[in-house]
């Protein structure tokens, strides 16, 4: 904090803790242990009221941290499996879901990025040749920086022409947004109700997790040759090449297709491809987030 000139304060000290640990994760690949240390330390030295209400955030994400498997949250799966479970969540009910992992996977983003995602976080399309949707992670008039100390960061949608749909998927659900995108999900909900839907279509338990779909995005954008190296370092918003090189490792990816019964591979594929309709359709139909 220090470093980066930024005060730290008790209102925002799980904030900020928060935030390491996702450095931590994201970029460090450290075990789940420093970021014990870390809490215990703080909480020796800084609290002064009833254990369970200091850090309550950064516990909980350490909790979902020490709960994945080593290693799992960093492996792809390929985009078909995302949409086949995301077509899954518009048969319950979830659209809010299906449209969460559409924008974690198409933009990269982490799963408290996306939940946090608010009108003031959209660019919706403008006159003449502006007619692009984008995002604003950490927009300056808000006060509140990503989790590498950065504000403004952009990233445009439907850039590429297997995704030119996302552009429809954003006027409609757009249409119902009042501030929050998606206001009536929690980072736990999200990753329980991911899990155990995937489990319930004979994915093993925690491969669809909402971390893993930031690094499947990139790994099937590269396989697909959608975008090079370059720019998906800076689509993610990764500092460093070396955490991008993961994603140039191809076979890793194909090999996860053997992960689900091979009697389902036909059945994820046609699901995958007929999701965008799907998704068109439901929100034409059901205006959007509510659970069932």
């Not at 749909?165 to 501030?179: F, Q, S």
């Amino acid at each position: 904090m220090k470093a980066k000139s930024r005060k730290i304060t008790r209102a925002r000290l799980d904030q900020h803790v928060c935030s390491y640990l996702g450095h931590l994760h994201d970029e460090k690949d450290v075990e789940p242990h420093h970021a014990a240390y870390l809490i215990y330390g703080l909480q020796l030295l800084r609290n002064d009221g009833p254990k369970q209400d200091f850090l309550p955030q950064s516990k909980e994400a350490l909790a979902g941290w020490r709960k994945e498997k080593p290693g799992t949250t960093r492996l792809p799966v390929p985009e078909e499996f995302v949409f086949d479970v995301a077509s899954r969540m518009l048969d319950s009910g979830r659209v809010d879901i299906a449209v969460a992992m559409t924008l974690q996977l198409h933009c990269y983003l982490r799963p408290s990025e996306v939940l946090a995602l608010t009108k003031a976080h959209v660019s919706a399309p403008s006159v003449g040749r502006y007619h692009k949707w984008g995002l604003v992670i950490a927009p300056s008039e808000l006060g509140v920086a990503t989790k590498t100390g950065a504000f403004d960061d952009s990233i445009l949608l439907a850039d590429v022409p297997d995704f030119k749909w996302i552009g429809d998927m954003m006027e409609l659900y757009m249409k119902h947004v009042r501030n929050k995108l998606f206001p009536n999900l929690s980072l736990q909900q999200y990753e329980n109700i991911l899990n155990d839907t995937a489990v319930a279509l004979q994915y093993p338990p925690q491969c669809m997790l909402p971390h893993v779909l930031r690094h499947s995005g990139p790994s099937c954008d590269h396989f697909h040759q959608r975008r090079d190296l370059v720019a998906i370092q800076k689509r993610g918003r990764w500092q460093s090449k070396s955490s991008v090189r993961r994603y140039e490792k191809h076979a890793v990816l194909l090999r996860r297709w053997h992960i689900i019964p091979e009697h389902r591979h036909s059945l994820v594929l046609r699901e995958s491809k007929r999701f965008p309709q799907k998704l068109m359709q439901t929100l034409r139909k059901s205006g959007h987030t509510r659970p069932r």
